[in-house]
C-alpha cells in the first residue's frame, strides 16, 4: 500500500503509491472498466447493464483505510459523455452524490481532508476517458486547503466571501453568476483560463447548501465547462477541484483569530477551481523553472483578458 | 478589503461533530449486502441522499461499490 514520508525542506507530506504504476492506462474502447457490464461481455468495475452514478473503491488507490481513501466516481454509463454534457438532472444529481461521499468519508476517523477532483484530458494525466472524477480522503490536511485556512487568519476571516465580494465589485472578471453561485476568474489566477465558481453565501461544505443551491451550483460549473469547450471549440482539459472545510476539528491552537463582525473563522468556504492547462487552443502552460524551482507562476495571459475571451465563449454555450 | 457575508459557522467546522464521532466501516469492512438483480438496474433499498437513492454492493474483492439513482426528490 502507500508510503507517507514528510518533506521537511518543504513542510509537506509525499505519498508513494507505487502500485499505482501498474494502473490501466487509455485502454481501447471496449476494455473501458468504467463502463457497464454487457450482457455476454468481460465484467467492468460496474458489473451492471446500465446505472446512473456509480461510486467505487479505486483498484489502485493512492489513499486506503486505515489511512485515508480513494473512490472513482463515473458520472454515467455514456462513455462519450463529458460533465459539460451530463442532463441538467444529472448534474444536479451528483451534487448529491459529492455531498453524501463528504459526510461518510468526512466522518472517518482516518480522514481529515476530502478532495473531490475531476482531471479531464490527456493533458492533465487522465488515463481513462470515460466521464468521471476522483475523491481523495487524505488522513492529513494537505497543502493548498491549509494555505486557504492561512488566508483566513492573514485577512481576518473567511478568504473567499471577502475575495469573492472583491470581484463582484470589480466585475471584470465575473463570467457567470445566479442567485447562489458565481463564476469568475480570480484577480490572482495562475492558469491562463483558471475559473473560481464560489457558492454566493458562506457555506463551509455541500452539506451546509441547501437543494437550489446544489442545483444553481451544478447549473454554473456545467455552464463553465462548455464554456471551455467553446472556447477553442475542441474539448478542453481541466483540472476540476472542490474545495471545501476540513473534517476534522482544527487543534484549539490552530484556529485563526475571530475575523470582522459576521464572519466565520477558518471553516472554509465551499468553492470549485478550474486549473485548466491550455494558454492557447495548442499551446499547453507547462510547470517550469520558476513554477517548479521558485513556486512563482508567470502567466502570459492577463485575468481581465482571458475573462473577456471566456464570457463570450460561455455565451456561445449557452 | 470587505468581508461581508453571512456566516454560518463561528468556529472550527465539524460537520455536527461527525469527526468526534467513531468512525463509520471502511468500504471494505462492510457486510457484503451485494444485491445485484438479474439483468437490469439496481433497486434502490430505501437509503437516500436528498435526490439521489443509494444502493451499497460488494464488489467480488471486497471493494465497495455504490450505485447512485436519481429519485427527484428532496430532503
Known amino acids: 500500500m502507500s508510503e507517507l514520508r514528510f518533506d521537511e525542506l518543504r513542510g509537506e507530506q509525499v505519498a508513494y503509491a507505487i502500485h499505482r504504476q501498474d494502473r490501466t492506462f ?14 455476454g461481455g468481460q465484467e467492468t468495475e460496474i458489473p451492471f447493464p446500465s446505472f446512473e452514478i456509480a ?17 472513482v466516481v463515473v458520472y454515467t454509463d455514456d462513455h462519450d459523455a463529458s460533465f459539460a454534457t451530463l442532463a441538467p438532472e444529472r448534474a444536479e444529481a451528483l451534487m448529491w452524490v459529492w455531498r453524501h461521499r463528504y459526510l461518510e468519508l468526512g466522518a472517518r476517523a482516518d480522514v481529515e481532508y476530502v478532495f473531490i477532483f475531476e482531471n479531464r484530458g490527456v493533458e492533465v494525466g487522465v488515463t481513462l476517458h470515460h466521464p468521471h472524477g476522483q475523491i481523495y480522503g487524505y488522513p492529513f490536511l494537505p497543502p493548498v486547503p491549509a494555505l486557504e485556512l492561512a488566508a483566513d487568519g492573514r485577512l481576518g476571516g473567511c478568504a473567499p466571501c471577502a475575495l469573492l465580494a472583491d470581484e463582484l465589485k470589480d ?30 453565501r458562506h457555506r463551509a461544505s455541500l452539506l451546509d447548501c441547501d437543494p437550489e443551491e446544489l442545483r444553481l451550483l451544478a447549473e454554473a460549473l456545467q455552464g463553465v465547462a462548455r464554456g471551455y469547450d467553446a472556447l477553442f471549440h475542441r474539448p478542453f482539459p481541466y483540472v476540476m477541484a472542490v474545495h471545501q472545510a476540513p473534517t ?12 470582522a463582525a459576521g464572519t466565520a473563522t477558518g471553516s472554509g468556504h465551499l468553492h470549485v477551481e478550474f486549473y485548466p492547462p491550455l494558454r492557447t487552443a495548442e499551446k499547453l502552460k507547462y510547470l517550469a523553472g520558476s513554477e517548479q524551482g521558485a513556486g512563482t507562476f508567470i502567466s502570459d495571459v492577463l485575468p481581465e483578458e482571458s475573462a473577456a475571451e471566456l464570457r463570450e465563449a460561455l455565451a456561445r454555450a449557452a | 478589503m470587505e468581508l461581508p457575508h453571512e456566516s454560518v459557522h463561528a468556529g ?17 469492512e462492510r457486510p457484503a449486502t451485494d444485491r445485484r438483480p438479474e439483468g437490469g438496474e439496481p433497486r ?3 437509503e437516500r441522499c436528498g435526490a439521489v437513492a443509494i444502493a451499497r454492493h460488494a464488489k467480488g474483492d471486497g471493494r465497495a461499490l455504490i450505485l447512485y439513482t436519481r429519485v427527484g426528490e428532496r430532503e
Open chain 1, 55 to 71: 461510486v467505487f473503491d479505486n483498484r489502485f488507490p493512492a489513499f486506503a483505510a486505515p489511512h485515508g481513501a480513494a473512490e
Open chain 1, 248 to 259: 476534522t476539528m482544527p487543534a484549539p491552537d490552530a484556529a485563526p483569530p475571530s475575523g
Open chain 2, 44 to 46: 434502490a433499498q430505501g
Open chain 1, 26 to 39: 487509455l485502454p481501447a474502447r471496449d476494455l473501458c472498466p468504467l463502463c457497464a457490464t454487457r450482457p
Open chain 2, 12 to 28: 472550527g467546522y465539524t460537520l455536527g461533530g461527525m469527526a468526534r464521532e467513531p468512525a463509520a466501516p471502511a468500504p471494505s
Open chain 1, 171 to 200: 466585475g471584470r472578471r465575473v463570467l457567470h453568476q445566479n442567485d447562489s453561485v458565481v463564476a469568475y476568474v480570480p484577480h490572482a489566477a495562475r492558469w491562463a483560463y483558471e475559473v473560481h465558481v464560489t457558492m454566493r
